[in-house]
């Protein structure tokens, strides 16, 4: 199994920015991918931006522009940068990683971190 386990959320302005990160119990290297979904209350959880094996990346559009993931695979840590902050930005962000291939395939969860925007 791989344990995610994130940091980096609290309360920020609208405009401003904030980093996520995310430490896997595990090689990202070896991962189908790593990212990030959040959820706001009442809501869906979407998917926000996630980083692949092969090194695609995919983003809501949403936050196309202001928001980049990136990897530091040598501490097996996965960050998401927020700029440019929106009051809709405001939700809890799961770390998610996926492993395998077809009914090999597992999905991971982190315990999520709160973000708040405030106008």
């Known amino acids: 199994q791989v344990q995610l386990v994130e940091s980096g959320g609290g309360l920020v302005q609208a405009g401003g920015s904030l980093r996520l990160s995310c430490a896997a119990s595990?090689?990202?290297?070896?991962?189908?991918?790593i990212g990030w979904y959040r959820q706001a209350p009442g809501k869906q959880r979407d998917l926000t931006a996630v980083?692949?094996?092969?090194?695609?990346?995919n983003y809501a559009d949403s936050v196309k522009g202001r928001f980049t993931i990136s990897r530091d695979n040598a501490k097996n840590t996965v960050y998401l940068q927020m700029n440019s902050l929106k009051v809709e930005d405001t939700a809890v962000y799961y770390c998610?990683?996926?492993?395998?291939?077809?009914?090999?395939?597992?999905?991971?969860w982190g315990q999520g971190t709160q973000v708040t925007v405030s106008s």
């Open positions: 980083s692949t094996r092969g090194g695609r990346t």
């Open positions: 998610y990683s996926s492993t395998g291939w077809g009914p090999n395939k597992y999905d991971y």
């Open positions: 595990e090689s990202i290297s070896s991962l189908n991918a």
